[in-house]
């Protein structure tokens, strides 16, 4: 009977001194915030000392935005702080979250991406911006470059995206495995392409407006498509003669036919939403 008190009595003494260390030790797990709205400031969710870096995705094609936001959802290094396809909102957006890196479609709902990209630089110079092109264009990879850019990459690319997020994180410039042969085979293809140097003189404004001739879009739906006048339209036709020697609206809209069927741009399809 002694021997079995002496039990009892063992077993109180460790079973409070194991209450006593639970108190004094407080539980070390993390804990997980609540998912909350892509629009709302994401939870600073910190590992060993590492705050994961915020992430904005402006693309115009639903589908697309889905499947960047899916990988990043699985990374441990990179949270998505808002997502659209509108300028406006990416600006208020871009503002209000202070993004370090940001993914940018060329193509937006009214508005062109490339000047996207220039008002954050603007906003922002510190945070890394990724251009996600529909397709390959080494023309458009020159002009995303120049904007402020520090990455390029078509939707094809898509699986290398997190390691371009690592390589633009560190400062260092990135370009898809399909981008890169045409970015390559324009260099080298040197004095042969100096008929196309005049088109490079034209402003990223300019040649939106130059591609939209080409496609035949009339000046008045290109000043709505632009919400701009028709003539501030008028004006940058009238420029865009003087820089490429051309006459007439008539020779401006031949040029713009040309360098379309030359280009990689006459390769875009309007994919339809499917969000």
Request: aromatic share 6%; hydrophobic share 40%; with cysteine.
């Amino acid at each position: 009977m002694r021997q079995r008190k002496n039990r009892r009595h063992a077993a109180r003494a460790l079973n409070a001194q194991r209450n006593t260390r639970e108190k004094q030790w407080p539980d070390t797990r993390p804990v997980y915030g609540s998912r909350k709205s892509l629009t709302e400031e994401p939870d600073d969710v910190s590992g060993k000392g590492r705050t994961k870096a915020k992430v904005l995705i402006v693309h115009r094609i639903g589908f697309v935005r889905a499947g960047v936001l899916s990988l990043i959802e699985k990374t441990v290094q990179f949270v998505v702080c808002g997502e659209t396809d509108e300028a406006p909102l990416a600006r208020e957006l871009f503002l209000r979250h202070k993004p370090h890196l940001v993914v940018v479609g060329l193509r937006l709902c009214g508005a062109d991406g490339i000047q996207l990209i220039k008002e954050f630089r603007s906003l922002n110079p510190a945070a890394a911006i990724l251009a996600l092109s529909e397709h390959a264009d080494a023309f458009s990879a020159q002009r995303v470059f120049r904007a402020g850019a520090r990455a390029y990459l078509s939707i094809e690319d898509a699986p290398e995206l997190l390691r371009a997020f690592d390589e633009i994180s560190t400062g260092h410039p990135y370009v898809g495995a399909s981008v890169l042969p045409l970015i390559l085979s324009s260099f080298a293809g040197g004095p042969k392409n100096c008929r196309s140097s005049d088109i490079n003189s034209l402003s990223d404004r300019e040649l939106e407006i130059f591609s939209f001739i080409g496609r035949g879009v009339s000046v008045s739906e290109l000043a709505t498509e632009l919400h701009v006048s028709v003539k501030t339209i008028e004006t940058h036709q009238m420029r865009m003669k003087d820089k490429l020697a051309l006459h007439s609206a008539a020779e401006l809209r031949q040029k713009a036919r040309e360098w379309l069927a030359k280009s990689a741009v006459n390769r875009i399809r309007e994919d339809p939403d499917s969000e």
